[in-house]
């Protein structure tokens, strides 16, 4: 499967973004989906994690009461909402593909996707 990320871009604190990824050759709600971040000089970090097809989620601490990860099945495509961003949030932000909700956490997964960059300033 092909992964297309897209909606990142150059903001203020406190302003929203909202990230798209779009899946191709193959029917996304197979996959376990999730997005990942990677501030430079440091380690791709997880970010939120969304279940196949009953909505489960789970995020990293930082992003919580923040971010929102949502998936439209029908359209093959995964969001995360990014609300109150902060300097911090500045990263390239990556979407991926697994089969385990829980071992996305640790960013095992089938596929990724490129980056897009998120640039938050204060």
């Known amino acids: 499967v092909q992964l297309q990320a897209s909606g990142g871009g150059l903001v203020q604190a406190g302003d929203s973004l909202r990230l798209s990824c779009a899946a191709s050759?193959?029917?996304?709600?197979?996959?376990?989906m999730g997005w990942f971040r990677q501030a430079p000089g440091k380690e791709r970090d997880f970010v939120a994690v969304?279940?196949?097809?009953?909505?489960?989620?789970d995020y990293a601490d930082s992003v919580k009461g923040r971010f929102t990860i949502s998936r439209d099945n029908a359209k093959n495509t995964v969001y995360l909402q990014m609300d109150n961003l902060k300097p911090e949030d500045t990263a390239l932000y990556y979407c991926?593909?697994?089969?385990?909700?829980?071992?996305?956490?640790?960013?095992?997964?089938?596929?990724w996707g490129q980056g897009t960059q998120v640039t938050v300033s204060s």
């Open positions: 991926a593909a697994g089969s385990i909700l829980a071992t996305m956490r640790n960013k095992i997964a089938n596929y």
């Open positions: 050759g193959r029917t996304l709600s197979t996959y376990v």
């Open positions: 969304i279940s196949r097809a009953n909505g489960v989620t």
